[in-house]
């Protein structure tokens, strides 16, 4: 069973800086697409970045230059660095792990709480 285990969600006042981490098998996420997606409440999820596995990354427009997505091949680690938060960047993030091609798979993690006080 294919695990993402997310840490470093909180509570943090607006202009301030959290940095999650999800972790996953060494096997699952050489090869993976990882990526934060966000989800608040009453609204649908969206992307937030993303990191292929030769690190090209993709941001959504609402967070470029704020947030850094970036992976730790050592550690089998993504992180997404977000600094400058904003009220409305509370949500719940989920660290995702994607594959495409002949053998695609999806996986998610549990959602780690962000919340930002303005």
């Known amino acids: 069973q294919v695990q993402l285990v997310e840490s470093g969600g909180g509570l943090v006042q607006a202009g301030g800086s959290l940095r999650l981490s999800c972790a996953t098998s060494?096997?699952?996420?050489?090869?993976?697409?990882m990526g934060w997606y966000r989800q608040a409440p009453g609204k649908q999820q969206e992307l937030v970045a993303t990191?292929?596995?030769?690190?090209?990354?993709k941001y959504a427009d609402s967070v470029k230059g704020r947030f850094t997505i970036s992976r730790d091949n050592a550690k089998n680690t993504v992180y997404l660095q977000m600094n400058s938060l904003k009220f409305e960047d509370t949500a719940v993030y989920y660290c995702?792990?994607?594959?495409?091609?002949?053998?695609?798979?999806?996986?998610w993690g549990q959602g780690t709480q962000v919340t930002v006080s303005s």
């Open positions: 990191i292929t596995s030769i690190n090209s990354t």
């Open positions: 060494r096997s699952i996420f050489r090869i993976s697409t």
């Open positions: 995702n792990a994607e594959l495409s091609g002949s053998r695609p798979y999806n996986y």
